[in-house]
């Protein structure tokens, strides 16, 4: 019955009339960066076959099976038919791809494999907005020459406080891939659980891995390396790339339940929240994880974390190693510790041939300018965007403000985070420019990768919480990391998010629905 009501909606919303703006848009999301609308319309059904290059046949797989998926028209590969859709490579389209419909063609042209990738999921979409009966989808002559707006578009996932499972991260790449996301940012290790299998440390996963953010004694829950392979070859069939975060040198409690010889100490509020900066064998422990991290994930990245250390590193000023350390390396005060341990595990990582990734607490250590990338997330502290492009590092903006997802979305809810009374509705998710922060003239904005929401998991223990805080704000985030900004117009945005609700109803999603609040209550989180 709920999916009927959505269903009304969406028809009586077109019915009551839209503006003239919008309907000259394709019902696209992200929209496309250049779109025009001719007469004439293709016919997709069972007849149309696909051409392709052998460069192309992963791509034309994933189309074959994602549209048979959501409309059930099984487009055919043998030729000698009326209708057909061809994909070409052409590098000097320069990152873009071209889509042309006409009638009985459509021709599909992209710069590489991730941009005829893009041009198929716009297709995708076109087909299940304009699907009729009988499985039978009547395209108009849509125009488009597309390309991304920034090449980092980011989702983080936190699984160290709650563990998901193959399917749902799976289901997350799945809309991520539908939505243009690339980067899939893996927070699998924190204080209340370690979620991936390391063969030398066994004990990381069976003892770290025990318990989540309300029980502590829950049974074990980890991916093997079997399922990071898995999961990494199911995210770059669908164009994203997959990024582990292994947190130090604070956030260490579970790896530290399970060799406590590494451990640091931590504060009466956090206990063992530290690796322990002052003995040799840390380094090589961690160095040693980090290889096997390093071979699962082709990425050539890995998240090092870097933050809030100081919750937790108080024993450091007593520690007789610590002392030592400082003495012989000069360290000032405990920040110039947290820096050299960041240092030690940068170089270990850089010798692996990856690049490191940090948060915005590590703009003002001495890293790689080249083979660095930081993450603002502090949305109060600007001042370390500042001096993350002031020191020559790459960027990706995340700020908590309107991109935690772990936020509340409205007013009235109440199981998510408030930062000040400030929260994240989907309006502010799409909004969001980077044109809108105050960076000093002179410093570099090209280091601005691009944009990447955060969903922390310490209020999201269940999948329906997942999807609550997740959708719709992911098509926001989309279409804020791809649209230019001349073209995203917020009303326009909604009435083409009023055809994907049903997406998401029939794909099982417990959705946020943005006009109908009470659709689907507030999913209660219980502690």
């Given at each position: 019955m709920k999916?009927?009501?959505?269903?009304?909606?969406?028809?009586?919303?077109l019915?009551?009339?839209?503006?003239i703006?919008?309907?000259?848009?394709?019902?696209?999301?992200p929209?496309?960066?250049?779109?025009?609308?001719?007469?004439?319309?293709?016919l997709?059904?069972r007849?149309?076959?696909?051409?392709?290059?052998?460069?192309?046949?992963s791509?034309a797989a994933?189309f074959r099976?994602?549209?048979?998926?959501?409309?059930g028209?099984?487009v055919?590969?043998?030729?000698?038919?009326?209708s057909?859709?061809?994909?070409?490579l052409?590098?000097?389209?320069?990152?873009?791809?071209?889509l042309?419909?006409?009638?009985?063609?459509i021709?599909l042209?992209?710069a590489g494999t991730?941009?005829v990738?893009h041009?198929?999921?716009?297709?995708?979409q076109?087909?299940?907005?304009?699907m009729?009966?009988k499985?039978?989808?009547?395209?108009?002559?849509?125009?488009?020459?597309?390309?991304?707006?920034?090449?980092w578009?980011?989702?983080?996932?936190?699984?160290?406080?709650f563990?998901?499972?193959?399917k749902?991260?799976?289901q997350?790449l799945?809309?991520?891939?539908?939505y243009?996301?690339?980067?899939?940012?893996?927070?699998?290790?924190?204080?209340?659980?370690w979620?991936?299998?390391?063969?030398?440390?066994?004990?990381?996963?069976?003892?770290?891995?025990i318990?989540d953010?309300?029980?502590p004694?829950?049974p074990?829950?980890?991916?093997?390396?079997?399922?990071?392979?898995?999961?990494?070859r199911y995210?770059?069939?669908?164009k994203?790339?997959?990024i582990?975060?292994?947190?130090?040198?604070?956030?260490a409690?579970?790896?530290n339940?399970?060799?406590?010889?590494?451990?640091?100490?931590?504060?009466?509020?956090?206990?063992?929240?530290?690796?322990h900066?002052?003995?040799?064998?840390t380094?090589?422990?961690?160095?040693?994880?980090?290889?096997?991290v390093?071979?699962?994930?082709?990425?050539?990245?890995?998240?090092?974390?870097?933050?809030?250390?100081?919750?937790?590193?108080e024993?450091?000023?007593?520690?007789?190693?610590?002392t030592?350390?400082m003495q012989?390396?000069?360290?000032?005060?405990?920040?110039?510790?947290?820096?050299?341990?960041?240092?030690?595990?940068a170089?270990?990582?850089?010798?692996?041939?990856?690049?490191?990734?940090?948060?915005?607490e590590?703009?003002?250590?001495?890293?790689?300018?080249t083979?660095?990338?930081?993450f603002?997330?502090?949305h109060?502290?600007?001042?370390?965007?500042?001096l993350?492009?002031?020191?020559?590092?790459?960027?990706?903006i995340?700020?908590?403000?309107?991109?935690?997802l772990?936020?509340v979305?409205?007013?009235f809810?109440q199981?998510?985070?408030?930062?000040?009374?400030?929260?994240a509705?989907?309006?502010?998710?799409?909004?969001?420019?980077?044109d809108?922060?105050?960076?000093?003239?002179?410093?570099p904005?090209?280091?601005?990768?691009?944009?990447q929401?955060?969903?922390?998991?310490?209020?999201?223990?269940?999948?329906q919480?997942?999807?609550f805080?997740?959708?719709?704000?992911i098509?926001?985030?989309?279409?804020?990391?791809w649209t230019?900004?001349?073209l995203?117009?917020?009303?326009?945005?909604?009435?083409?998010?009023?055809?994907?609700?049903?997406?998401?109803?029939?794909?099982?999603i417990?959705?946020?629905h943005?006009?109908?609040p009470?659709?689907h209550?507030?999913?209660?989180?219980?502690?």
């Open positions: 999916r009927i009501a959505l269903l009304l909606l969406f028809f009586m919303t019915w009551a009339g839209s503006p703006e919008a309907q000259q848009e394709p019902p696209i999301i929209l496309p960066a250049d779109f025009s609308l001719n007469d004439g319309n293709f997709l059904d007849e149309v076959a696909i051409r392709f290059p052998n460069e192309l046949a791509e994933y099976q994602e549209l048979f998926r959501r409309t028209i099984p055919i590969t043998r030729f000698g038919t009326a057909r859709i061809e994909l070409e052409d590098s000097e389209l320069r990152d873009a791809y071209r042309s419909i006409t009638p009985g063609l021709r042209i992209g991730d941009q990738h041009g198929l999921v716009s297709l995708i076109l087909a299940e907005s304009y009729g009966d499985q039978v989808a009547v395209i108009p002559s849509w125009q488009i020459e597309d390309r991304a707006g920034y090449g578009r980011g989702l983080m996932l936190d699984e160290s406080r563990f998901f499972g193959v749902k991260v799976k997350i799945d809309y991520m891939s539908y243009k996301l690339n980067r899939l940012h893996w927070h699998l290790t924190d204080s209340p659980g979620r991936i299998e390391i063969k030398k440390y066994p004990k990381l996963a069976l003892v770290g891995g318990g953010h309300h029980d004694n829950k074990s829950a980890f991916y093997t390396q079997e399922d990071i392979k898995d999961i990494v995210a770059a069939e669908r994203i790339t997959v582990p975060e292994i947190d130090m040198p604070g956030h409690t579970a790896a339940r399970a060799y406590p010889e590494f451990s640091g100490g931590g504060s009466a509020r956090y206990p063992e929240f530290t690796f900066p002052g003995k040799e064998g380094y090589a422990y961690l160095t040693e994880v980090l290889q096997e390093n071979t699962l994930f082709p990425s050539g990245m890995i998240h090092l974390g870097g933050d809030e250390v100081s919750f937790g590193n024993k450091w000023a007593t520690d007789p190693y610590v030592r350390l012989r390396e000069g360290l000032a005060d405990l920040k110039a510790v947290e820096d050299y341990f960041i240092q030690r595990m170089d270990s990582v850089l010798n692996m041939g990856s690049k490191v990734l940090a948060w915005d590590m703009a003002d250590a001495t890293l790689s300018k083979q660095s990338i930081i603002w997330w502090r109060d502290k600007p001042e370390q965007l500042e993350a492009l002031k020191n020559g590092y790459a960027t990706v995340c700020p908590r403000i309107p991109y935690y772990d936020f979305q409205e007013e809810h199981f998510g985070r408030k930062w000040a009374g400030a929260f509705p989907l309006r502010a998710a799409y909004e969001f420019s980077v809108d922060l105050s960076i000093s003239a002179g410093l904005k090209d280091l601005i990768l691009g944009l929401a955060n969903l922390w998991t310490e209020t999201v223990h269940t999948s919480r997942i999807d805080l997740l959708f719709p704000r098509a926001a985030l989309a279409e804020a990391a230019p900004e001349l995203k117009k917020y009303d326009n945005f909604m009435l083409r998010l009023d055809s994907h609700l049903p997406r998401y109803e029939q794909d099982g417990y959705f946020y943005p006009r109908q009470e659709y209550p507030e999913p209660v989180y219980r502690p």
